[in-house]
């Protein structure tokens, strides 16, 4: 039985790996093609005229729909992205005994500045892309490939290489990151200097979905502590990624 609990288990994790690399493919695939159209007629990529182009708005409708589908937690989402909700929080027998002690809570303030130095960067960053559309120096296609450079890294950043951990959190893997539920709000961010109803329509959700993260957070910080929080051991995690973890092992740390 334990034999094919394991099984279950590493097979879980092989479909986790294939989905997150085919959504790479599929990503830096609709990038190209939107580079493509950039270089040939970047007109195609301004969703703002008054009878836009058919493609721009399957893409975006695509976005907008990867967007929505976070709101289910299903199976096959890592539990690093779903460790906020209720429903998927193990209590640790070191919460039990001893709630949130003053080694978690520096952990938490790590945790806290982390974000903070993230959302600095990054509102840094997205400023000067506003600067450059408000001042007329770019325009709706530039923005849109702003927003493909974004959506194939976000998807480098779980696959290959995440800069976010290497350089501002250095947390050990994905399933403790503090941001791991920003990635919508930082994939359609730069769509919010373009006033259009389509924009707004795509920034809802992200900004909902982002809301609901931070107000987990604030509230149940013991939710997002490896220390507390037994899902985010590396025997319950259903990422598969992170090349420090050793499932075999099946250590429980």
Do not use: Q
């Amino acid at each position: 039985r334990l034999r094919n609990i394991l099984i279950d288990f590493e097979v879980l994790l092989l479909k986790v790996k294939i989905i997150y690399a085919v959504k790479l493919i599929l990503r830096a695939m609709i990038a190209c093609y939107c580079l493509g159209i950039y270089i040939t007629n970047p007109n195609l990529l301004d969703y703002t005229v008054s009878k836009p182009w058919i493609g721009i708005l399957i893409i975006l409708g695509i976005i907008l729909a990867d967007i929505l589908l976070k709101f289910v937690p299903l199976k096959l989402h890592p539990i690093g992205m779903r460790k906020h909700l209720k429903r998927f929080f193990i209590p640790s027998d070191h919460y039990l005994k001893k709630g949130i002690t003053d080694t978690d809570r520096k952990e938490l303030k790590k945790l806290k500045n982390d974000g903070r130095n993230v959302f600095i960067f990054y509102l840094i960053l997205n400023g000067i892309v506003f600067v450059l559309y408000f001042s007329g120096l770019i325009g709706v296609p530039e923005i849109i490939m702003v927003m493909m450079f974004y959506y194939v890294g976000d998807m480098i950043c779980i696959n290959i290489m995440c800069p976010f951990k290497l350089i501002f959190m250095r947390n050990r893997c994905c399933t403790g990151c503090r941001i791991f539920n920003w990635d919508s709000i930082m994939l359609v961010i730069p769509l919010a200097a373009v006033f259009s109803y389509i924009s707004y329509i795509i920034l809802l959700p992200a900004i909902v979905y982002t809301v609901m993260w931070e107000v987990s957070f604030a509230r149940h910080p013991e939710r997002f502590l490896p220390s507390c929080n037994d899902s985010l051991k590396c025997s319950n995690c259903t990422h598969g990624m992170c090349p420090v973890k050793r499932r075999k092992e099946f250590t429980g740390k």
